[in-house]
């Protein structure tokens, strides 16, 4: 299966605190991607990460890519009220999701 | 506005009735997708269209029947429905499958319909 899962599968900070969150696949990529879903809403794209890149950084948010372990984890720092959602990653072509973490930043 | 609008957002219906989910997006991409989201799931893919033409069906039962009529709009058909299948219907768009680098292309998701069977 090309499908990403997301580990934990949810998780509560208070607000200020880093969050990290993790996937892993199963089959060799070429990317992945991570995206965001508010309560409600459609899945928003947060940030890609190619196979031949161990990290990478968009604002607040950090992603690692360990190929040889089959797993990438997004780190969201200084979190705030407004991060809460759930967060999938997308493997190779897009087309496979998780169940997602589902992230709660408490005020 | 992420540039994918669907409609309706709410529909409730029986087992019986026929209806149609309805995507449009503004956002001059040519591949459309339909994705079925179940509480505890997996994120499901359902249909993808290229250039108005099918190429993935994921298995999907006959009762859902999309239909692509150009690459801006995306409809789901759908007839005869079983409780099993209320759940969050999500539509997405992305630029055309054909390029080299159509796998680095993020897909850009409408809201979904929360469809209720009865």
């Known amino acids: 299966s090309q499908q990403g899962e997301e580990d934990p599968q949810a998780l509560s900070i208070q607000e200020g605190e880093n969050a990290t969150m993790n996937c892993s696949y199963k089959t060799s990529i070429n990317n992945l991607q991570w995206y965001r879903q508010n309560s409600g809403r459609g899945l928003v794209h947060l940030i890609l990460?190619?196979?031949?890149?161990r990290e990478k950084h968009s604002g607040r948010l950090r992603v690692t890519l360990d190929t040889s372990k089959k797993s990438s984890s997004l780190l969201i720092t200084a979190s705030r009220a407004a991060d809460t959602a759930s967060y999938f990653c997308a493997t190779g072509n897009q087309f496979y999701f998780g169940t997602g973490t589902s992230l709660t930043v408490i005020p | 506005e992420t540039g994918v609008t669907q409609t309706p957002r709410h529909l409730v219906m029986g087992m019986t009735n026929k209806k149609s989910l309805k995507c449009e997006q503004h956002?001059?991409?040519?591949?459309m997708y339909w994705y079925k989201q179940s509480a505890k799931k997996p994120l499901e893919l359902m249909f993808v269209?290229?250039?108005?033409?099918?190429?993935e069906n994921n298995s999907v039962p006959s009762r859902f029947s999309p239909e692509c009529p150009n690459s801006s709009h995306l409809f789901l058909h759908l007839h005869t429905l079983q409780p099993e299948d209320s759940a969050l219907y999500l539509c997405?768009?992305?630029?055309?499958?054909?390029?080299?680098?159509?796998?680095?292309?993020?897909?850009?998701f409408g809201d979904g319909t929360r469809l209720s069977i009865l």
């Open positions: 956002l001059g991409h040519n591949a």
């Open positions: 997405a768009s992305s630029q055309d499958l054909s390029r080299p680098e159509w796998e680095n292309q993020p897909q850009h």
């Open positions: 269209y290229n250039f108005k033409e099918q190429t």
């Open positions: 990460i190619r196979s031949n890149e």
